[in-house]
């Protein structure tokens, strides 16, 4: 992998560790020579993540909508900014510019992101691995929500596998590096992909 898009809040939260881990992910990120996609701000875990990449010379790439461009929001040292028309528009560059995806703590931005993009998985739109880094049991409230709408039927056992989980940085990489995408749905008219 050579790109992550990172989804994550626009605060820093109340969690240290998770302070703690978003640093080191941007640090990890530099090691492995991985590119940083994410939503552009230089505030909260966002800025965090941003600030350990670009301090350990590593390349970032935000994407953020025009409404959203503040001198207060956008951080001034980015790799390259590329600005949007909609919020939906910044998510399809995101894709665009990534080879996976990553679910730090976030709000309801993450929350959106994540789903978007999940949805987009499942319905064979893309055979990204997509992977929640789950900081301090900051997830388990949302794994525990998938797996009841496996048990409910409302989500199929495979499309809730197709999401790589993980407590360490490192661990979770590398189960997105050795992710096997899902055939695409043979419901899926593949003319319109």
Known sequence: MKSIAVFCGSS????????????????I????EITLVYGAAQIGIMGIVANAVLNDGGNVIGVVPHFLSSKEIIHPN??????????????????????????IPGGFGTMDEFFEIATWGQLG??????????????????IEQCKTMVERGF???ENFDAIVVDTEIEGLLQ???DFKPLPVPKWLNKERL
């Open 78 to 103: 980015l790799s390259e900014l590329i600005q949007t028309d909609t919020m939906h528009d910044r998510k399809v560059i995101m894709y665009d510019k990534s080879d996976g995806f990553m679910i």
């Open 155 to 157: 989500l199929n056992q």
């Open 175 to 177: 189960k997105m590096k």
């Open 125 to 142: 739109l893309h055979s990204k691995p997509i992977g929640i880094l789950n900081t301090n049991g900051y997830y388990d409230a949302l």
């Open 12 to 27: 820093s939260g109340n969690d240290q560790v998770i302070i703690n881990e978003a640093n080191r992910l941007g640090e």
């Open 29 to 32: 990120l530099v090691q492995q």
